[in-house]
């Protein structure tokens, strides 16, 4: 057999397993979840492979090695592994949030919009300074770019802007606690209005810097939020939701296409190649090297935060890092996904143990505090929101907690742990609070 009918039986096989297996959970639970999302696009991230594979239209991009069989199974149950708390979630589902009696979500969401705004005079210069001129200068995307890649040597060094890694640290909150709000039946129009900014202003500030990733993540964040709590949303909000979802998609598209042909050209030929190569390059990369990378980095990345705290010689940054690992294959300057960050990290023997260990006890506290199968915890809610935050941010890429990420980690395991401490404290002392929980959803809508 051929290398080149290897090669595309191999990425045909794993558009197959993918496929599969999302006929087997939408059999399960025929409501498309935040899961169902996930799966779609890990076939659309297949199919995108399987046409760069054997693209030499761009050689210094797509210069693979013969895929081989084992890596792409891996992959495969790595990623089923850390989905297997929202297939757990799939095949026991829930018809209710049950609202806890706290101010903390409120408290957060206000820190949220405030940071947000404090933010804007920032993005408002930026907006008149770069965004305008990517649809006028045709190098504005790639200046704009290169700005911020010339400062990534001293980055993670020094905290430059308080209120920037406050917002940073809590985006994907933002996006979570949108969704929630939205589920009540009284809802609180202040906070919604103040979070939707906060939200448009995550996915606005990467453009004016000239980066995609940002845009394409926080989209696929909110998308994935979205269809994480459709089934709590009343029908005529989801179907305002759809609408507006075509809208924002439409307008989205507009600037990250702008950028793209800033910084890579506008000949069709380069351009689509490219495009197949930034979206299917992650399991082509994983394939040829994630399993045997040429060494370890031993959580200079997944774990880069919590690992400087204890070892000084720790990378601040990604340019330090790819010269303190110059000898192993790759590095983060192509995407592996986010099995990958963790293999070339730990190891796949250890990656996998990882994996295993933290869904299982996912799932575990799923069991643990579910009273009522109609109804879910709102600490709950937010362990299954991060992770398929892991699972849609790390799919294409690589593990978006990674580096200052890891403050994300912090700031969901402290509201985490808030919550989980408070619902124990309420099992114990039913009386502790005077609030009363809201009323559960539904067929409503924002009046």
Known sequence: MSEITSNYLLSALLIFLWMITF??????????????????????????????????SLPLLTNYKPLALFPYLYLYAMMMIAMSPSVYHHTHPTEQIDYPHTNILKMTSVVIIMTSILLLPGFLSDFNNGFLSIFTDPEAGKNAYLEQADGAATSGSAIRNLPAVIFNALSDIAVFLLFYYLTMTKK??????????????????????????????????????????????????????????????????????????SRFGTEKGDMSSFINWYVGQGNIYFNNHALDNGGLRYGDRTL??????????TSSNYVERREKFSHIDINDEVFSTFVGDFAIDFGPFFAFVLFVIFNLWVIASFQKYQEDSKKIKIHQLLLLYFTVC??????????????????????????????????????????????????????????
């Open 23 to 56: 006929i087997w959970y939408q059999r399960k639970n025929s409501r498309f979840d935040a899961g169902s999302f996930i799966i779609v696009m890990y076939i659309v991230y297949a199919i995108f492979s399987i046409l760069t594979i054997n693209d030499d």
């Open 188 to 261: 609180n129009r202040k906070l919604i209005i103040g979070l939707t900014f906060a939200v448009i202003i995550s996915l606005a500030m990467p453009v004016v810097k000239g980066q995609r990733g940002g845009v394409v993540i926080t989209s696929l964040t909110i998308m994935t939020g979205y269809f994480l709590f459709k089934q709590y949303l009343s029908k005529a909000l989801t179907r305002r939701i759809n609408k507006i979802g075509v809208v924002f998609l439409i307008i989205i598209t507009l600037p990250v296409v702008a950028i793209t042909i």
């Open 304 to 313: 880069n935060l919590f690992k400087r705290i204890v070892d000084s010689n």
């Open 390 to 447: 892991v699972s849609i941010q790390g799919g294409m890429t690589l593990f978006s907690f990674s580096d200052s990420g890891n403050l994300r980690i912090i700031t969901l395991m402290l509201l985490y742990s808030y919550l989980i401490c408070h619902e124990d404290l309420l099992r114990k002392f039913p009386l502790v609070s005077n609030s009363s929980p809201e009323p559960p959803v539904q067929n409503d809508d924002i009046k």
